[in-house]
């Protein structure tokens, strides 16, 4: 799997009125590059923002990058949790944990 550490996209989602769009565009870009993904100012996640997660999720690691979802917010780690969908993703709390995370991977890649 191809990380890019030095040049993730880095997308910190707005609350929810505007995160549906926002997945929508990155969908529609094909980015070529790991995606960490900030969903930390959400406040909850609807079944449809989880829906286009996974949509997310498939576009990038189909392309051969990894997503990282950062989120600190309690109550939307608990849907995380709650769905398994904490099974699917890698979440962290922190963009700087998230960066670690692709660094590490790149450096495992290397050897």
Known sequence: ?????????????????????????????????????????LGFATSMLLNELLELRASIVGRGYQLIICCSDDRVR????????????????????ALDVLNKADQTQDH
């Open 1 to 41: 799997m191809k990380t890019h550490a030095d040049d993730p996209v880095i997308i910190r989602l707005s609350p929810i009125v505007h995160a549906h769009e926002q997945l929508k565009n990155l969908v529609d870009r094909e980015v070529d590059s790991a995606v960490v993904l900030d969903v930390s100012d």
């Open 78 to 97: 608990g849907v995380f949790n709650i769905t398994g969908l904490n099974q699917v993703f890698t979440i962290v709390n922190s963009q700087t944990a």
